[in-house]
């Protein structure tokens, strides 16, 4: 009998991958449910940023597949079904900020009005006024927030976000907390990294902790600080790949 996987976003099953020499992910499996707020949780090095270009169908597997709404990854028609902010975000400098949003969102055959935008400014704290400037005289803070706001604005399924809270200080970070809470409500899939676990505490359905090029624990965040007998997920996580204090 045929099992139903319709339900799933994103599907990893026994995934092996290098990155050089090295071996980074081996036997990797777990899966993301469409609707679902997911964390990818691993010290750097471990293979996350590895792991995400499998999905975006950039990197090849040693072995293993990830499946994206029951597509491989590496079918290039999937890549409307992804769109992905990375951790070095450095858009064009030469654009002013509502032209790379609008660059953004016509990769996938999409156009967004001045006030879509400017509604995702203020959901930001970002004032809408700097859309009119050059990316160049963005600050860090102000130009991951730009990724924020192309990343969800391309109407994807599925928003892969690498970092997201880099650069931010903690209004900024709260305030990302909600968008990601309302593109959650519209039904879409976000899947995230992140070295700030209260955060991801606090925000994720589910979440995999990858060490030693291995899953050491796949589940809610409730059950990995149940399972460690922690109160906070930070000091879970560095049980569970055994560098607690």
């Known amino acids: ?128 006024k700097v859309l009119k400037n050059k990316v160049q005289t963005y600050s860090k803070g102000m130009r991951q927030k730009l990724g924020l706001i192309a990343t969800v604005l391309t109407g994807s399924q599925i928003l892969i976000l690498d970092e997201p809270m880099s650069g931010l200080d903690p209004l900024a970070r709260s305030l990302v907390k909600n968008l990601l809470r309302s593109v959650k409500e519209e039904g879409r899939t976000v899947i995230l990294s992140s070295h700030i676990l209260a955060d991801m505490d606090e925000i994720c359905d589910s979440v995999t902790v990858i060490d030693s090029a291995r899953v050491q624990f796949s589940g809610t965040p409730a059950n990995m600080k149940l399972q460690t007998q922690e109160q906070y997920l930070e000091k879970s996580f560095l049980k569970i790949i055994g560098k607690a204090a």
């Open 1 to 128: 009998m045929t099992q139903d996987n319709s339900h799933l976003a994103l599907e990893v099953v026994d995934l092996a991958a290098n990155y050089g020499a090295k071996q980074v992910l081996e036997g990797v499996c777990f899966s993301v449910e469409r609707g679902q707020t997911y964390g990818l949780i691993g010290l750097n090095g471990v293979g996350k940023t590895t792991l995400i270009k499998i999905a975006l169908g950039l990197k090849n597997a040693k072995s293993g597949v990830v499946r994206v709404f029951g597509k491989q990854s590496s079918d290039a028609s999937v890549r409307y079904d992804i769109s992905y902010l990375p951790e070095r975000f450095d858009p064009p400098w030469f654009l002013k900020g509502g032209e790379f949003v609008q660059f953004a969102a016509s990769l996938y055959g999409r156009k967004v009005s001045l006030s879509s935008m400017e509604e995702a400014c203020e959901k930001l704290a970002l004032d809408p």
